[in-house]
């Protein structure tokens, strides 16, 4: 999950072109906290959509997962 300004957003966590975890020792992002980073091989993907901008899996997208503001908490599936 990944709340960028007033937007929340979920996504699986599987890199698109390894299928392994995206994080290492829980870090999801860059330094700037501007693009969910893959440690395995560095892809970066954007916040908003999940798409891959740069790495062997540019195009790609991560594959979305449902969360939601409930009662001023979040919710996942």
Excluded: Q
């Amino acid at each position: 999950m990944v709340r960028a300004g007033g937007t929340l957003s979920g996504w699986v966590d599987s890199c698109p072109h390894a299928g392994w975890p995206l994080a290492m020792a829980d870090r999801y992002l860059t330094r700037e906290k501007d693009l969910i980073l893959c440690a395995g091989h560095g892809a970066l993907f954007r916040l908003e959509d999940g798409v891959c901008v740069a790495g062997p899996c540019a195009g790609r997208a991560l594959e979305p997962w449902p969360v939601r503001i409930r009662d001023g908490g979040v919710e996942t599936a």
